[in-house]
């Protein structure tokens, strides 16, 4: 037997910090009981080469839906489809509208109570097309099935016209609850503490009854009409719908199921960038049916299904049109609470049916996470993210990409940030770089965009699954325009915060240099000295060196007056004159100035003026408060551009060449009237 010498009972810190030092190292230190962890911080950051000082901070295991049947059946496929990570980053959200286009849904399941989208303008159940968009009463969804007398005698059906009647009443046996077996993968109620998970916890869920209730002619499968699936994508268009899910197809190779209503359906519905998931089908090597069988539309996305150890499962259709694939076989899901199960739950046997909404989850949750990406943008992600897999026997594709992984997709998704930019409060030229930095890293790259009267720009930022040095949650993205730091920073959302700005504004005043450059080009340039007081000859090292003639500007005959060369000596120089320069060759110069202005009046005279502008950076209308309404226009030359810029007060901003004043910069003025211009700090 051991035992120690003695006993002693550690003390147990308060907190623990992390101390950063200048040689790039790190130490995480505790903080002992009784003293102010706040001033234990102050003392830390006090010491020589403590360069940070951080209170550590918790963490929680990853997020882990508390539904009964998640952990006994539905953990072994979500989390391969990387769904716990997915679930770090984004759970849910009412913002994003998913058009289920099927055989209904139960409305009464407690799923879906109060996750259903709603038209707010015919919800009053009044017999009546209220909002004039072809569908009576669509308070949830909308009906399109084509009323014949099997349906008529076999499901009740009475209405001709498109009606809000979107309830599931598939009952065909084992094939019953089909539109809410893919409603309950898809976006049954996460965490709830009740029955299962769906991909996405809280959606708002649009409902499309397409399939009827299961003739007893198909076996009692739910089907439809290909028009009617035409129509139903239409309609999920025209009201608002974020992404489709179809999981349906047409037989393969119907030529029958190409109608031109269906092709313009979808090619309107990728003009809005919708993305449709569609089941590819269960006829094997038949190949995939229409819809998912359009290779010619990026929009639509055909989803195959993959057995549970990865493999191809013969059933699932194979060939052109196939773009991921995702697991069907054993998952759980929400039936029909109405037609006497134990529980309205099930396991299904298997289907493209039930893969398709994986994906359409998978797409949910990113477009969650930034819904400002393109279509391309959301599609290459989830291609990149897929998962390889064995080729099969027949050696063809069956699942395009490979198998979904919803983490890896949710993980790669960027950090969005568009808007308008100005320099000195006027537009922004076009073609500036504006780059995304995080902790010192470069993680993206743009530039400013001209359009009509404004100047816009937008950057992706990448995240850490792209490259490790960027963004992840409670990151600092700062932004650069032209290699200038803005104030506008970004923090990098955490838990279902968006990864997106739309709207933004930058302003940058470009600060005043510590040295003025003065460019100067062949022929004229205007020139403004920034030396002391002095006589020509001692001041020309300031001045280009290969002059051909120099100018002064005399304020009492408001003109340029030549300087001969043998006055050089004897005429007197002051710090801010302003000289027109005959140039022989390109050259600059260069003169350290003072960030610092101090205030400065000039006496101005009727007519044209040209100054020195001293003052603070500032819109015009400030820069030149003193002047109230005596001034007319201020023009500015540029040297190499051998052009004028214009500026005229009252007139729309596109008008202007440019809006402010900036230090050490010469301007011209024309007055109604002399004047004094005080130059503001």
């Not at 005279?605 to 015009?620: D, E, Q």
């Amino acid at each position: 037997m051991l035992s120690g010498a003695g006993s002693h009972t550690p003390t147990v810190p308060q907190a623990w910090m992390s101390v950063g030092f200048q040689d790039g190292n790190f130490k995480v230190v505790p903080v002992p009981q009784n003293i102010d962890w706040k001033e234990h911080e102050k003392w830390l950051q006090s010491l020589p080469n403590v360069t940070s000082v951080e209170v550590d901070a918790p963490v929680l295991a990853a997020t882990v839906p508390n539904d009964p049947f998640y952990a006994s059946v539905q953990a072994s496929y979500l989390e391969k489809l990387g769904l716990l990570k997915a679930w770090d980053f984004v759970t849910g959200s009412e913002e994003i509208v998913i058009a289920i286009i099927d055989s209904g849904i139960d409305l009464s399941h407690e799923e879906f109570v109060g996750r259903l989208w709603e038209n707010p303008n015919d919800n009053d159940n009044n017999g009546i097309d209220d909002d004039g968009n072809g569908c009576i009463d669509d308070k949830n969804g909308c009906r399109f099935i084509n009323l014949t007398e099997e349906r008529s005698q076999q499901c009740g059906y009475t209405d001709i016209l498109p009606t809000g009647d979107i309830s599931d009443d598939d009952d065909g046996g084992e094939h019953h609850s089909h539109g809410t077996l893919v409603a309950g993968v898809l976006a049954a109620a996460g965490n709830n503490n009740a029955g299962i998970t769906g991909v996405v916890w809280n959606v708002r869920l649009m409902i499309i009854k397409v399939l009827d209730c299961g003739l007893e002619e198909n076996q009692g499968i739910p089907g439809g009409d290909m028009s009617n699936v035409a129509q139903a994508i239409d309609y999920a268009r025209r009201m608002g719908a974020d992404l489709i899910n179809l999981s349906l197809a047409s037989n393969p190779n119907d030529p029958s199921a190409d109608l031109a209503i269906l092709r313009n359906a979808i090619f309107e519905a990728a003009e809005d960038e919708i993305i449709i998931a569609a089941a590819v089908g269960n006829g094997g090597s038949s190949g995939p049916g229409l819809p998912a069988a359009y290779t010619r539309f990026s929009n639509v996305v055909g989803v195959a299904s993959a057995a549970n150890d990865d493999s191809w499962p013969s059933y699932s259709a194979y060939g052109a049109g196939v773009d991921f694939a995702a697991y069907s076989e054993g998952v759980a899901s929400t039936a029909r609470s109405d037609i006497g199960l134990s529980t309205p739950y099930v396991r299904i046997t298997s289907g493209t049916s039930f893969a398709t909404p994986f994906v359409t989850g998978m797409f949910a949750l990113m477009k969650m996470r930034n819904p400002g990406l393109t279509l391309e943008e959301y599609l290459r992600i989830g291609r990149v993210s897929a998962r390889p897999v064995e080729d099969a026997v027949h050696g063809r594709n069956w699942a395009g990409s490979g198998i979904i992984d919803i983490g890896s997709a949710v993980s790669r998704v960027p950090f969005s940030i568009k808007g308008t930019v100005s320099i000195d409060w006027h537009k922004a030229p076009p073609n500036l770089p504006i780059a995304a930095r995080i902790n010192g890293a470069y993680c993206g790259v743009g530039q400013t965009i001209e359009e009509g009267e404004i100047t816009t720009f937008s950057i992706e930022v990448l995240s850490a699954a792209e490259l490790a040095t960027c963004g992840k949650p409670g990151d600092q993205i700062e932004l650069l325009l032209d290699g200038i730091l803005l104030t506008q920073s970004f923090v990098w959302g955490g838990l279902n915060e968006h990864l997106s700005v739309s709207d933004e504004t930058i302003d940058l005043v470009r600060p005043v240099p510590t040295e003025l450059v003065q460019q100067f080009t062949f022929g004229w340039n205007l020139y403004t000295y920034l030396g002391e007081p002095s006589f020509m000859d001692s001041a020309l090292p300031l001045f280009p060196q290969k002059l051909l003639q120099i100018q002064k500007w005399d304020i009492n005959t408001k003109n340029f007056l030549e300087i001969p060369a043998p006055d050089i000596s004897k005429t007197a120089i002051n710090k801010f004159d302003v000289f027109w320069l005959v140039v022989s060759n390109p050259e600059f110069v260069a003169v350290p100035v003072s960030t610092a202005v101090s205030p400065r009046a000039v006496s101005l005279k009727k007519g044209w003026n040209v100054f020195t502008y001293t003052g603070s950076v500032l819109p015009i209308q400030k820069a030149l408060q003193s002047l109230e309404n005596t001034y007319l226009q201020v023009r500015k030359y540029e040297n190499l551009n051998t052009s004028w810029l214009s500026y005229v007060p009252n007139v729309p901003e596109f008008l202007n060449d440019f809006s402010a004043l900036r230090t050490y910069e010469v301007y011209w003025i024309l007055l109604n009237e002399p004047n004094i211009l005080v130059m503001p700090q």
